[in-house]
């Protein structure tokens, strides 16, 4: 152990709205080269599409970004010997919490002894007693040690535990459900002994790409992932301000955070259901909106990256899986000073739907780590600057999957870069809207400027001012 010492879904409005295709998800898994594979005593896959995605945008930054924290600050005082306990049977239950992170794929190794087992957990757990808090330390902290994909911190002086994740290997959503599950293994004490290990591989993660049987697919679908592309490479998108880089700039990851009161979340709440919109639309118009008045332009298209949760429409065995269990909808929107929030929104909600609920869907993910690379590398060559877009990204209301008691949550994506995440999420009973960002590209004090210019649209356009 290094001790430190110092949303509810919208109805569909079309009777004929095109529904996910059943047979095209996989019940029961056939062979795939995403399959989990044995050698010796280690089980290793390659990324699917989307995890290999996540790893370029992962390790192309200067700091090694795209990690997730959450956090809680826990009701039971614990001890550190508790915390070891309940995260060796998180390992047990959720094994890929036990994996490294290779250059194509994820690695996991079943523990020989119980001498490596509690190796692995004194290199795992974190003990922090500097005083610092745990947003604090999560930003200041590029990622898990090593290639790990995973590691707990717990702050004995605040009663505070959060999980640092690689991205690679889960999503924010994830995220939730492995925060609850260790909070409910320490509550429960639960105690999993050496001898229990040596299955727990029947248990690793299996890719979306995989269980949507979405590995083939078609060549119309690569000519429309290549036409996505154009639209964030060739049309120029609406994009914040960013600071004057220089050699000598360093990318630092920072966060800042708007709650709305539990007032607030009532009203806005209703207003929603009034005007038949969800809050994660409402609040993406608003960031429109904000980024619109941001760019000093009358209009100009709008574009981001949504990513849509897929768990409500997988099988009862995934919905609360481990994994990189979303599709990403790459879509672009004209706005103009004239442009109305509710007529933003429904534009939104359709974007989101259609990805959410078309037939293979999943597939354009095939071609992104491709594009991608060649986007990069051509920007790289020609000069030019990708836009500074903001990507609203909700995690809904989190106690849906966070039932274990606890005092309070936070979130935070270490990001760095010209781009930005929104999180929508409501914990609590208070909607909050958390943003991510690189202080080398956006300072704080503008960034802080932005927040309330969208929560100023978002208030406006469902008339609580």
Not at 7 to 30: G, V
């Amino acid at each position: 152990m290094r001790t430190i010492n110092a949303s509810r879904e919208m109805p569909c409005r079309e009777a004929k709205r095109q529904r996910l295709d059943q047979s095209t998800i996989a019940t029961e898994q056939p062979d795939s080269k995403y399959q989990w594979k044995q050698f010796g005593g280690s089980w290793s896959r390659k990324f699917d599409p989307v995890e290999e995605t996540v790893h370029f945008m992962t390790v192309a930054s200067p700091l090694l970004q795209w990690v997730i924290t959450v956090g809680a600050t826990v009701q039971n005082t614990a001890l550190i010997g508790d915390v070891k306990t309940a995260w060796i049977a998180l390992r047990n239950a959720y094994p890929v919490v036990g994996a490294t992170i290779t250059d194509t794929g994820l690695q996991y190794k079943v523990p020989d002894s119980e001498e490596e087992l509690q190796k692995w957990v004194e290199e795992t757990v974190i003990c922090d007693r500097s005083g610092s808090s745990a947003q604090d330390l999560a930003l200041s902290t590029v990622a898990p040690s090593g290639s790990r994909a995973a590691e707990i911190w717990f702050l004995p002086t605040t009663n505070e535990v959060f999980l640092m994740i690689r991205h690679e290997i889960c999503d924010g959503v994830g995220s939730l459900i492995l925060l609850n599950s260790f909070l409910e293994l320490l509550n429960k004490g639960s105690v999993v002994e050496f001898a229990e290990f040596g299955r727990e591989h029947t248990r690793l993660s299996t890719p979306i790409t995989q269980i949507m049987k979405a590995e083939e697919p078609f060549t119309f679908q690569k000519k429309r992932a290549n036409r996505m592309a154009e639209k964030y490479t060739r049309k120029r998108a609406l994009s914040l301000r960013t600071e004057p880089q220089t050699a000598s700039t360093t990318s630092k990851f920072q966060r800042t955070e708007y709650v709305f009161t539990k007032e607030e979340t009532s009203n806005i709440i209703r207003a929603c259901k009034e005007n038949d919109i969800t809050i994660t639309h409402a609040a993406t118009a608003a960031a429109a909106q904000a980024i619109l008045e941001h760019s000093g332009k009358d209009s100009g298209p709008f574009a981001t990256i949504y990513h849509v949760n897929m768990r409500d429409m997988l099988p009862e065995q995934y919905k609360r899986a481990i994994g990189n269990l979303f599709t990403t909808a790459f879509e672009t929107i004209e706005i103009s000073k004239s442009s109305n929030l509710l007529d933003l929104s429904e534009k939104m909600e359709r974007i989101i739907t259609s990805w959410k609920h078309k037939k293979n869907n999943v597939s354009y993910s095939n071609f992104l780590p491709e594009i991608l690379i060649k986007t990069v590398i051509a920007a790289a060559t020609e000069g030019t600057e990708f836009p500074a877009i903001v990507a609203p990204i909700s995690l809904g209301v989190v106690e849906k999957y966070l039932t274990e008691p606890m005092i309070d949550f936070w979130f935070n994506l270490s990001t760095a870069g010209s781009g930005s995440c929104m999180y929508i999420y409501t914990a609590k009973e208070r909607l909050r809207f958390v943003y991510c960002f690189d202080s080398a590209f956006h300072k704080l004090e503008g960034m802080q400027k932005f927040v309330k210019t969208t929560v100023g649209y978002f208030n406006e356009g469902l008339e609580l001012v």
